[in-house]
């Protein structure tokens, strides 16, 4: 069975510090990849999204992603994080020409930024 | 505004007493879903619909039904909620499956 599998269940960090968030995946084919994000209290939103074309996208406020095929991996960084970045994040991956267009999710990671 | 609303965006209701949480997207988007969401999972589906009269299920559609009678509308019903189904519930929409889906601002439900 597809499944997606996020490394860390919760990160702490100071503000300006660096964040890595891991995302893998278990499935061979073609696949659609996003990352969300839910502040606290509100619905998830739309980081980024990869779908085809440069493995290393980049999304709304200062988040990027790289997909590495040969690892399975969609991980999320962004070179200095504030205080606002707190919140949960979700990796998703949807794999192509799954019937019923299904999305897959990760268990999620809070991430605390500390100011 | 392009958006996904749900009614209510709480409720506590008892074991047995049918619930109807509605769903509505201003997007012309062919493809509904509902998810719900529970601590450590992460989020799961329950049921989706391709388009008007064409819906199936999730991973977890036990105890849930859905209808899509028209596009923007696809409201989840708990014809006898029990307490394991105390969760918070998203409906999300897009173009097409495997696009982007765009979340509603989530139903938090209490069963008793």
């Known amino acids: 069975a597809q499944s997606v599998s996020q490394h860390n269940h919760h990160v702490i960090l100071s503000e300006a510090a660096s964040l890595e968030l891991g995302c893998n995946y278990s499935?061979?084919?073609?696949?659609?990849l996003f990352w969300y994000v839910q502040y606290p209290g509100q619905h998830l939103q739309l980081l980024l999204k990869?779908?085809?074309?440069?493995?290393l996208v980049k999304g709304i406020k200062g988040f990027e992603a790289e997909f590495i095929k040969s690892k399975f991996s969609f991980n999320l960084r962004k070179p200095s994080v504030q205080w606002s970045d707190t919140a949960e994040y979700f990796c998703?991956?949807?794999?192509?020409?799954?019937?019923?267009?299904?999305?897959?999710f990760g268990q999620g990671t809070e991430l605390s930024v500390k100011p | 505004e392009a958006q996904v609303t749900q009614n209510p965006r709480y409720l506590i209701t008892v074991t047995g007493k049918k619930l109807t949480v509605t769903c509505s997207q201003n997007?012309?988007?062919?493809?509904m879903s509902w998810y719900r969401q529970d601590p450590g999972l992460g989020l799961r589906q329950i049921y989706y619909?391709?388009?008007?009269?064409?819906?199936d299920k999730g991973d977890v559609p036990e105890g849930y039904k859905v209808s899509r009678k028209e596009k923007r509308n696809f409201p989840l019903i708990l014809e006898s909620p029990s307490p394991n189904q105390t969760s918070l519930y998203f409906c999300?929409?897009?173009?097409?499956?495997?696009?982007?889906?765009?979340f509603g601002p989530g139903t938090r439900l209490l069963v008793l």
């Open positions: 619909s391709m388009n008007v009269e064409v819906t």
């Open positions: 997007m012309n988007h062919e493809y």
């Open positions: 990869y779908f085809s074309g440069d493995p």
């Open positions: 998703a991956v949807n794999a192509r020409y799954n019937q019923g267009g299904k999305l897959i």
């Open positions: 499935y061979g084919g073609t696949v659609n």
């Open positions: 999300a929409s897009s173009s097409q499956p495997g696009e982007t889906q765009y």
